[in-house]
Each structure stands twice: as structure tokens, then as C-alpha cells.
């Protein structure tokens, strides 16, 4: 990882990774690679570290392989340790409560620094794709507790379950709904509806936020390109 990931390019290289991820994600269950599916939740978390919480301090240590190595071992431990003890539910609060702050500050990053340029519409996209990681987590909390959440979900572990509500969040926001996973029980119902209501308002308001900053920002101004000339 020797290019310097910074606030020109870092959600270039997230959206990149969280693609990936996603990928590898569907790849390991595919081919039921239980482990594989932890690493590749692991790598969710560091993909989030290198491309939005790298560009808030100086200590790049993660940036590097051994760093970006070591912390996956880590985290693949911790969460082995939280299953194996049954504590899933914490290993789920935690990475929501994660992936909530990180959203707040890919948004604070979008939109309260600087002018508009093509990072921060890829940036508006990581957002999205956060959005609908966020309500993924959600479901797999509920559907720890509350055994039957889901018409069409096979049980399992949270891990096992991981891709599958990974797939229903993403057909929810987009309000694609192809009805082969839907919820069952009132409160699953909510977060969809809740889901799809914020899928839809996030980007009319993004883009209504985006366009006013773009037009504010004064014609001398000399981020806002060449002015046209009399």
C-alpha cells in the first residue's frame, strides 16, 4: 500500500474495497467457507479504517501490510472469541456502532470540507453502501434475538446469515424487493420500511446538498474552476 491515501482519493480506494469485500463475502458463501466469511467481515472494518479514519490523524501504521495483516488477526480473534462464547451480540453492537460513526464522518467529509469534486460524489456512494451495511447489522441483531425474524432465511449463525441479510438490506434500500427474504415479525418490518424511507430521502437530500454547496460557492473563487468569460 505504498500510494498515500488522502482526502483526494480515499473514497476512490474505499469504494473500491468495499466492493471487493462484498464480493469475497458472496464468494465464501458460495463456496461455504465459514472462516473465509470472518475474514472478509474483518477486512470490512479495515477497509473502513484505511479509507475513512486513515485521513484524521498522522499514525499510518495500518496503512502498511503488516499493520493492515495484524490488525485482521486481530480481529478475526476477537471475533472467533466473541462466538465461541456466545457474546455475538456485542461483536454485532460494536460494528454498528462502528459503521454508524464511520458514516458520520465519510458525511462530515463529503460535506463540510471543502469544495465538490469527484472524490465526494464517490464519497456520497460510500455513504450509501454504509447505510445499507448499517441496517444489515441491524437485522442480524434482531435475528439473534428473535428467532423466525425472516420468512426465507435458513438458520444459522450471524456469519452464516451475514451474506443473505447483506443482500436483503441492499434490495430494501434500493427498494428492488424481490420478496424471497422479507421480514416476519413487527419489528424487522420497521427497519425495513425504515430503510427504505431512508434509502430514498438520502439521496434526494445528498444530492439537493450536494448541488446547493456547488452553486453557494462564489464565481471568483478559485476552487470552483474558470469563470466564462464576458
Not at 471487493?20 to 477497509?47: I, K, T, W, Y
Request: glycine letters at 8%.
Amino acid at each position: 500500500m505504498s500510494r498515500k491515501i488522502t482526502e483526494r482519493n480515499n473514497f476512490a480506494w474505499l469504494t473500491s474495497a468495499l466492493t471487493l469485500v462484498l464480493f469475497g463475502v458472496s464468494v465464501a458463501d458460495q463456496l461455504h467457507l465459514h472462516l473465509g466469511q470472518l475474514v472478509l467481515q474483518v477486512g470490512l472494518v479495515l477497509a473502513l479504517a484505511l479509507g475513512v479514519w486513515s485521513i484524521r490523524t498522522d499514525a499510518h501504521w495500518y496503512l502498511t501490510r503488516v499493520g493492515f495483516m495484524t490488525g485482521v488477526a486481530l480481529l478475526a480473534l476477537v471475533g472467533i472469541f466473541l462466538e465461541w462464547t456466545r457474546l455475538d451480540l456485542i461483536w454485532l453492537a460494536l460494528l454498528c456502532g462502528y459503521l454508524v460513526v464511520t458514516a458520520k464522518i465519510a458525511m462530515e467529509q463529503v460535506l463540510f470540507s471543502g469544495p465538490v469534486d469527484g472524490n465526494k460524489i464517490v464519497g456520497a456512494v460510500c455513504i450509501y453502501l454504509l447505510l445499507g451495511l448499517i441496517w444489515t447489522t441491524l437485522y442480524l441483531m434482531v435475528a439473534e434475538l428473535v428467532p423466525g425474524s425472516f420468512n426465507g432465511l435458513a438458520s444459522g449463525t450471524w456469519d452464516e446469515t451475514f451474506p443473505e441479510l447483506v443482500y436483503f438490506s441492499f434490495t430494501t434500500i434500493t427498494t428492488l424487493g424481490y420478496g424471497d427474504i422479507s421480514p416476519a415479525v413487527p419489528l424487522t418490518r420497521f427497519l425495513a420500511l425504515a430503510e427504505a424511507v431512508v434509502g430514498q430521502f438520502y439521496i434526494a437530500v445528498l444530492v439537493a446538498s450536494l448541488v446547493g454547496i456547488r452553486i453557494s460557492r462564489p464565481s471568483n473563487d478559485p476552487t470552483s474552476g474558470p469563470s466564462a468569460p464576458d
